[in-house]
């Protein structure tokens, strides 16, 4: 059974950062697609950062380049999301999202399975 825990949400002023933790059980890191999304109230889901393709490389949104960073560690079944430079168009409920059932090169940034409850990011003065 997958499941996927986000924690490290929370309230930061604009230019501030944070990081978003990710604890994973049930997949397999570097062999099943993992990454990051979000949703903001009154908008569409969308893709922050993933690791996928036959490497497991990164890939992030236009908006996550520069200022956010994907990382993962293996060992501890860990992924997180180091998040700087915020603004307010970053507020977000920010979801871990894995699929247990293919490999990382079947693609990362559609169609995953497993999905967590989400962290709340809040970018405000």
């Known amino acids: 059974q997958v499941k996927l825990v986000e924690s490290g949400g929370g309230l930061v002023q604009p230019g501030g950062s944070l990081t978003l933790s990710c604890a994973v059980s049930?997949?397999?890191?570097?062999?099943?697609?993992i990454g990051w999304f979000r949703q903001a109230p009154g908008k569409k889901r969308e893709g922050v950062a993933c690791?996928?393709?036959?490497?497991?490389?990164?890939y992030y949104a236009g908006f996550a380049n520069a200022r956010f960073t994907l990382s993962k560690d293996d060992d501890k079944n860990m992924v997180y999301l180091q998040m700087t430079n915020l603004e307010p168009g970053d507020t977000a409920v920010y979801y871990c999202?894995?699929?247990?059932?293919?490999?990382?090169?079947?693609?990362?940034?559609?169609?995953?399975?497993?999905w967590g409850e989400g962290t709340q990011v809040t970018v405000s003065s």
């Open positions: 999202a894995g699929d247990v059932s293919r490999a990382s090169m079947t693609g990362c940034w559609s169609g995953l399975s497993d």
């Open positions: 049930g997949l397999t890191l570097g062999w099943n697609p």
């Open positions: 690791f996928g393709g036959s490497n497991g490389e990164q």
